[in-house]
């Protein structure tokens, strides 16, 4: 079975340019998370999503960040514009649905890794 | 608000020696689940072993073993036989288990190394 894949794994750009990340889930997988995790600390939440739907997205900073999952399969996460904080590992992830009865794990892409200059 | 407390910012100990990682949790949440999540250098995060809380069952995953005290907040996970391979992050998470409830709070993470 594919695992969660992210792309790119790298990317370095300058303050105040944008920046997006692709996440395709496992298949079947119909709740969608990215992670934001700083180096040195554990991830935290940015959004999750149900199908194509925002479940939480309490911990995103609206002003900059923005996320999208049209046809409830793939998302793609946005920074525009980038600050020095942001720098991090975004890491998606992915499980079935709550009420589905299966398996609630989450299971983690290899993340991507973004410098901000 | 749901925490996670990992004490130990690093341990080291010797290949095939058992070491314990430590985890506390705050909640008010009678059910919940908690996770001990593994990530090496790569930085996939790869889930090692899963207690649910209504279980007074300790969860053991081969070598991966966790001491579940719930009173106590307490979820501490034990590798016995510890492998070169077990080198890596470790994070204790927590999820609660109420409707809509899915998201992970993780602690800050324990640096594990296995020296040869």
């Known amino acids: 079975e594919a695992g969660v894949a992210q792309s790119p794994r790298y990317k370095i750009i300058e303050k105040r340019q944008s920046v997006a990340f692709w996440c395709n889930p496992i298949?079947?997988?119909?709740?969608l998370y990215w992670y934001q995790q700083i180096l040195g600390q554990g991830p935290k939440l940015l959004i999750q999503?149900?199908?194509?739907?925002?479940?939480?997205d309490s911990q995103l900073p609206k002003d900059r960040f923005s996320a999208e999952r049209l046809k409830g399969v793939d998302s793609t996460l946005k920074i525009q514009p980038a600050k020095l904080e942001d720098s991090a590992v975004y890491l998606c992830?992915?499980?079935?649905?709550?009420?589905?009865?299966?398996?609630?794990?989450?299971?983690f892409g290899p993340g991507t890794r973004l410098l901000v200059l | 608000a749901q925490t996670v407390t990992q004490s130990q910012p690093e341990m080291s100990v010797q290949e095939a020696e058992t070491v314990t990682l430590s985890c506390t949790y705050d909640?008010?949440?009678?059910?919940?689940?908690l996770f001990w999540y593994k990530q090496p250098p790569s930085r996939q995060m790869i889930l090692v072993i899963r207690?649910?809380?209504?279980?007074?069952q300790n969860a053991t995953e081969n070598r991966f073993s966790v001491n579940f005290q719930k009173a106590a907040k307490s979820f501490s996970l034990k590798i016995s036989d510890s492998q070169l391979g077990d080198t890596a992050m470790y994070f204790c998470a927590f999820r609660a288990s109420y409707q809509g409830a899915q998201k992970l709070v993780f602690g800050q993470g324990t640096r594990l190394t296995i020296n040869p």
């Open positions: 999503f149900q199908n194509n739907g925002v479940v939480d």
């Open positions: 909640t008010s949440e009678s059910n919940y689940y």
């Open positions: 992830a992915s499980s079935f649905l709550r009420t589905s009865g299966k398996n609630k794990t989450q299971y």
């Open positions: 298949s079947g997988h119909a709740t």
């Open positions: 207690q649910e809380a209504y279980k007074q």
